[in-house]
């Protein structure tokens, strides 16, 4: 057994935030935008393995000294999301671009799995 | 009497009555102007020299922001285009806003309304709204 597994990892048993997510399938692959803002750019860690994506962020606001809340809707400094992704879906090929705490992902389906017209051939 | 009613304070009044406790227990008050939560979220910071209002605006283009100040509230309105969507595409989960919000903060009196800054970086609008001179703490020398 080896116990000093990947201290990097994030810890699971933080309590974050649920970033809002959309999700659109075409016949070529699927697209997820979610909404995670106040995160950086380097503060953002996407993983996709074979089934799962998972999605972590850490909110970094400029504050000025002395500050104190006196009013918090976005009251934690993590949003954290995962996913199951299904069997058709092409991990390796995935793109992600992020802008203004938007996300966009894009999981192309696997060549095997697009959508194709069968020719039908005359008898 | 024989009869008992079996539910002697009506329970559905009694949850409603459980659940505005917990809110008002935890801080929740809700605003005199309607829903408490929307887009974008807001959070409003309170410093010696500023008040920092935060607005978690994802994803808009700063141009497309309109930030008014009249009577001591500041409103924040604008507009957030909903996803390109190609053809015969299947939305399968759609929880992000889109379309026009609005949503005011009421400023407190001792800021000095002439000098607000207003930054929008990583899907953040941070609006610093300086205090007045008089109103910032100072140290009194004693004589």
Request: proline share 7%; no cysteine.
């Given at each position: 057994?080896?116990?000093?597994?990947?201290?990097?990892?994030?810890?699971?048993?933080?309590?974050?935030?649920?970033?809002?997510?959309?999700?659109?399938?075409?016949?070529?692959?699927?697209?997820?935008?979610?909404?995670?803002?106040?995160?950086?750019?380097?503060?953002?860690?996407?993983?996709?393995?074979?089934?799962?994506?998972?999605?972590?962020?850490?909110?970094?606001?400029?504050?000025?000294?002395?500050?104190?809340?006196?009013?918090?809707?976005?009251?934690?400094?993590?949003?954290?999301?995962?996913?199951?992704?299904?069997?058709?879906?092409?991990?390796?090929?995935?793109?992600?671009?992020?802008?203004?705490?938007?996300?966009?992902?894009?999981?192309?389906?696997?060549?095997?799995a697009q959508p194709?017209?069968?020719?039908?051939?005359?008898? | 009497?024989?009869?008992?009613?079996?539910?002697?304070?009506?329970?559905?009044?009694?949850?409603?009555?459980?659940?505005?406790?917990?809110?008002?227990?935890?801080?929740?008050?809700?605003?005199?102007?309607?829903?408490?939560?929307?887009?974008?979220?807001?959070?409003?910071?309170?410093?010696?020299?500023?008040?920092?209002?935060?607005?978690?605006?994802?994803?808009?283009?700063?141009?497309?922001?309109?930030?008014?100040?009249?009577?001591?509230?500041?409103?924040?309105?604008?507009?957030?285009?909903?996803?390109?969507?190609?053809?015969?595409?299947?939305?399968?989960?759609?929880?992000?806003?889109?379309?026009?919000?609005?949503?005011?903060?009421?400023?407190?009196?001792?800021?000095?309304?002439?000098?607000?800054?207003?930054?929008?970086?990583?899907?953040v609008l941070r609006?610093?709204?300086?205090?007045?001179e008089a109103a910032?703490?100072?140290?009194?020398?004693?004589?």
């Open positions: 057994m080896n116990d000093t597994t990947r201290d990097d990892t994030p810890r699971n048993d933080e309590a974050a935030l649920l970033p809002p997510v959309n999700v659109i399938e075409d016949a070529a692959g699927i697209t997820l935008y979610a909404d995670l803002p106040g995160v950086p750019k380097d503060k953002l860690n996407l993983q996709l393995d074979a089934d799962t994506l998972s999605i972590e962020g850490e909110l970094v606001l400029a504050m000025p000294e002395g500050m104190s809340a006196s009013y918090a809707e976005v009251n934690l400094p993590r949003y954290r999301r995962t996913f199951t992704l299904s069997k058709e879906l092409d991990s390796e090929q995935a793109v992600a671009e992020f802008h203004d705490g938007v996300l966009k992902l894009r999981i192309p389906k696997a060549a095997h194709r017209k069968i020719a039908i051939q005359a008898a | 009497m024989m009869y008992r009613s079996l539910f002697p304070r009506d329970l559905f009044a009694e949850f409603d009555r459980l659940q505005r406790e917990l809110q008002q227990g935890i801080g929740l008050s809700p605003s005199i102007r309607g829903a408490s939560r929307g887009f974008p979220a807001m959070n409003v910071g309170s410093a010696p020299q500023s008040v920092e209002i935060y607005a978690f605006a994802p994803g808009v283009d700063p141009a497309s922001l309109d930030l008014q100040v009249e009577k001591g509230v500041l409103t924040i309105s604008g507009e957030r285009a909903p996803d390109a969507s190609p053809e015969k595409s299947t939305v399968h989960i759609d929880e992000r806003f889109a379309g026009r919000f609005r949503r005011t903060v009421t400023l407190p009196d001792d800021v000095d309304l002439n000098q607000v800054v207003a930054r929008y970086q990583d899907g609006i610093s709204v300086p205090r007045s910032q703490p100072r140290r009194i020398t004693i004589k």
